[in-house]
């Protein structure tokens, strides 16, 4: 099965979410706790749109 437009969106977006929160977190912007909220907030949002499709 081939990956629509939309997914393949969503499988390059949501590690750079990722990527952008844990560097936020490193360089002191975010708290752990944001950060964690933004982890798991961009990869379950991620994954119903995936799933969806």
Wanted: proline share 2%.
């Amino acid at each position: 099965m081939l990956m629509t437009d939309a997914q393949t969106g969503l499988a390059v977006a949501t590690p750079i979410i990722v990527g952008f929160s844990i560097a936020l977190y490193r360089m002191g912007v975010l708290q752990r706790y944001s950060a964690g909220i933004a982890v798991a907030a961009s990869v379950v949002i991620a994954g119903v749109l995936f799933f969806q499709q």
